[in-house]
């Protein structure tokens, strides 16, 4: 006879798959909740005390780890001296394995959870009884995954067993399955001690989606989130309407928010490329839309929206006037929704905005042959801590002016600089090998409408005054940027030529 020891957490589909292997003639080994479940079910099972000898101790925390159990697992049916080891010990084999874990992960998503809690759905007997099982996948079947129930107990009914290759790759599945439950284990202990770099830096995601294609056609590409996902995130998004999501689409849609983070009143993101291309604030959710529209009506197109605000129908008519992409709110208004809803291929989603401010992970980033990991960069501002550096001091209404551009510039890529009055950028240059072709990037953008309040922001020092001079030439009338070149006096100076005011923050944020 056949024997197949089943011990699980989730007992989801539990007692359909095991009275399968009850009909096919497997002897039903079991322990605790599930022998429970099994037995009310009236699928007649031996407990694993029978079969080890010996009693469940420790609370159940040694039940299975046992001569008895893994002998039964790794005991190779093909070498005729672990069979006569068996046979002289009374160790029967052990056919299949159906095993999923203590819930780690579901106990630590609780808020209130405690150390000694968490430890204690730390699974030991589990993990050692799948391992085991899947390395000795040419004689035994492993089943961690419930999704597997179904097409387990097709092919024994249609081939009497399971094949080499379904073992193989079920076996395949369960060392994936147990290191991804060992990285969150470590992952957490680590955070509990502090550990701040690792010397081993383990990681674990789950498949969310394949894509049709990566960056370009050709390439494959596949969306991965974390275990535990921030609610403020792609990952944690709900898509309401339109077509799924490209790779493209949600490398853009997370830098939008992450922009988008940064304001409280009410705000629209408009992005393309992983640039900011329009940003606008306002008393009224409309008025930032016609602000974001206003600052760059071309590169809007095709591009990523985020409103921090519950869209409604005004603003959805005038987006919908529009070729856009994505449009991202914590919610949209019926009527509003209905509008944007009519363009069959727009992608509508909601994100919980109230969780923006929650602590961020580090964030990582792919180079060849390793990879990159580092703290995100949320820092706060605070101008009070910024430092007048010229003659003339900014105003009031432009130092806060100049907070909004030192938010943009933050989010653009490197060099990056920032023109923007006091409600919205007016012009962006992003990405330029040198500060100057940025600089006249974004005074082009801006032509037109600077006046006696507008800014710029530059997310680094200037190397050389040029910037500065070409600013100045253009009608910008206040600068903020870190500071810390070793030709910081010649900017300033050029500063006080043209009678502009400058602060330095001692921050850059380069976005490379």
Not at 372 to 400: F, I, N, R, S, Y
């Amino acid at each position: 006879m056949k024997r197949a020891l089943v011990s699980v957490s989730d007992k989801k589909n539990l007692v359909p798959f095991v009275s399968k292997l009850a009909k096919y003639g497997f002897e039903i080994i079991s322990t605790g909740g599930t022998k429970r479940v099994l037995e009310e079910a009236g699928i007649e099972t031996v407990s694993v005390e029978s079969v080890t000898g010996f009693p469940e101790i420790l609370d159940g925390r040694v039940k299975t780890l046992n001569p008895f159990i893994h002998g039964g697992l790794l005991g190779r049916r093909d070498l005729p001296e672990h069979v006569a080891t068996m046979e002289k010990l009374h160790i029967k084999p052990i056919d299949l394995v159906c095993v999923n874990l203590y819930p780690f992960k579901e106990t630590i998503e609780k808020p209130d959870v405690d150390l000694e809690t968490a430890i204690e759905n730390i699974d030991i007997g589990g993990p050692s009884m799948l391992r085991s099982a899947a390395k000795n996948f040419h004689d035994v079947t492993v089943v961690v995954d419930t999704a597997d129930y179904a097409s387990i107990i097709k092919e024994i009914d249609e081939q009497g067993e399971t094949s080499l290759e379904t073992r193989a790759k079920l076996s395949a599945k369960v060392f994936r399955h147990t290191a991804a439950y060992d990285t969150l284990i470590a992952t957490y202990l680590s955070e509990q001690v502090g550990v701040e770099a690792p010397e081993k830096l383990t990681l674990t995601y789950e498949l969310e989606d394949t894509m049709r294609y990566g960056e370009n056609s050709h390439q494959k590409a596949w969306f991965y989130h974390d275990v535990l996902p921030k609610e403020y995130s792609i990952a944690n998004a709900d898509q309401l309407h339109g077509k799924k999501l490209s790779y493209n689409n949600i490398k853009d849609a997370d830098a939008a928010i992450r922009i988008a983070r940064e304001f409280s009143e009410p705000t629209v993101v408009a992005l393309k490329h992983m640039n900011p291309c329009g940003i606008g604030r306002a008393d009224k959710l409309e008025q930032a839309w016609d602000l974001a529209y206003k600052a760059d009506p071309i590169s809007i197109f095709g591009g990523v929206i985020v409103l921090n605000r519950k869209v409604d129908l005004n603003t959805a008519e005038k987006m919908h006037k529009l070729f856009l992409e994505i449009i991202i709110a914590p919610a949209f208004d019926d009527d509003a929704y209905e509008v944007l809803a009519k363009k069959k291929n727009l992608r509508l989603l909601t994100l919980n905005f109230a969780k923006k401010d929650e602590l961020m992970k580090k964030e990582l980033v792919s180079v060849m042959g390793g990879v990159l990991v580092q703290e995100q960069d949320v820092l706060q501002e605070d101008p009070q801590k910024w430092e007048v550096v010229t003659q003339t001091a900014p105003t009031q209404t432009q130092l806060q002016t100049l907070l909004f551009a030192w938010k943009a510039v933050k989010h653009t890529k490197s060099n990056a600089i920032v023109i923007a009055d006091q409600n919205r950028t007016l012009g962006i240059g992003a990405g330029q090998p040198n500060r100057i072709d940025s600089t006249k990037i974004a005074v082009k953008h801006a032509h037109g409408f600077i006046n006696d309040e507008t800014v710029m922001a530059s997310d680094a020092f200037f190397p050389m005054d040029d910037c500065v001079q070409y600013a100045a030439e253009h009608g910008i009338k206040a600068i903020v940027q870190p500071g810390g070149s070793i030709r910081d006096k010649d900017s300033i100076a050029m500063a006080d030529k043209y009678g502009i005011s400058m602060v330095t923050t001692g921050i850059r944020h380069f976005r490379h």
